[in-house]
């Protein structure tokens, strides 16, 4: 029988870090993803501690490179893994106006919220067998459903996301695949830490217990199917 695994891309911090945690105390094999391999080397201590019987795996891989998304699937196929779950997680910000874009800030931004999102997709489906109950999670944010203020490349990716999604999901009805959209409001997580951005996120979501609501959604759905998670601040 092939191995179970769930994959999370940005799982060395923040939301996809404190997804992890939570699967590895469930007893899931996890595989985090980003580019920063020590940031990675971190992550993975700190989830060994937790993880009881769990095997936790890192690889460095930037998902907007197609040759690191390969080598992710590559690894995949060689240990003869099998993709439970996917998350595609990773992603990052930036707050200007929209009189200043650039072509590397529209590159800089849809590499991981689009561009990297629909490549390691893709390599999923492509190596995990149709026979397998597959779940993909897309991690968007409130940013793919309003128009936001300094945020327009951002939002243009995270829109653009949700096309993504809402199209594998009318292309995979009726197979194993179950596409989950999730959008969160604002956490406390290094996605602030970006040039130009000072602003007081002290009241922002606990990243631990906005990916509490988002595992227990996906885990403990008993005979149900979720599609769509939005997840708000109070104030
Ligand atoms: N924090 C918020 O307020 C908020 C609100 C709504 C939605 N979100 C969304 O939530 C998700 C998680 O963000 P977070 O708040 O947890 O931020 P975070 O702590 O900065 O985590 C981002 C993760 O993505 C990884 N990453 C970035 N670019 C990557 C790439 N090209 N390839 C692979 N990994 C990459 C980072 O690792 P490396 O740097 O090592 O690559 C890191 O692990 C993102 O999609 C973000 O847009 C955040």
């Not at 893994?81 to 590159?107: C, H, K, P, Q, W």
């Not at 996301?161 to 999730?182: D, F, Q, S």
Request: glycine letters at 10%.
């Amino acid at each position: 029988m092939m191995k179970k695994i769930s994959v999370i891309s940005g799982g060395s911090s923040g939301l996809g870090l404190a997804i992890a945690e939570l699967l590895v105390k469930s007893g899931k094999n996890v595989l985090i993803l980003g580019r920063d391999g020590e940031k990675l080397t971190r992550a993975a201590k700190k989830l060994i501690r937790i993880s009881g019987s769990a095997h936790v795996n890192t690889l460095v891989c930037n998902i907007g490179k197609e040759s690191d998304v390969r080598m992710t699937g590559k690894f995949l196929k060689d240990h003869k893994i099998v993709t439970e779950y996917l998350f595609n997680n990773a992603g990052r910000g930036l707050f200007t106006g929209a009189g200043t874009s650039t072509s590397e800030m529209i590159d800089d931004v849809f590499e991981p919220n689009l561009k990297g999102l629909i490549l390691l997709t893709s390599e999923i489906l492509k190596i995990t067998p149709e026979k397998e109950d597959l779940t993909i999670v897309n991690i968007m944010s409130t940013s793919a459903l309003a128009g936001r203020d300094q945020e327009t490349i951002y939002c243009a990716a995270k829109w653009g996301a949700r096309g993504y999604t809402e199209a594998l999901r009318t292309e995979l009805k009726g197979t194993k695949r179950n596409i989950i959209a999730v959008y969160p409001g604002g956490m406390k997580t290094d996605f602030w830490k970006v040039p130009g951005q000072n602003r007081d996120v002290s009241g922002y979501m606990d990243p631990k217990e906005v990916a509490a609501k988002i595992v227990h959604a996906i885990l403990n759905t008993k005979g149900m199917i979720v599609s769509d998670i939005t997840i708000n601040r109070k104030s």
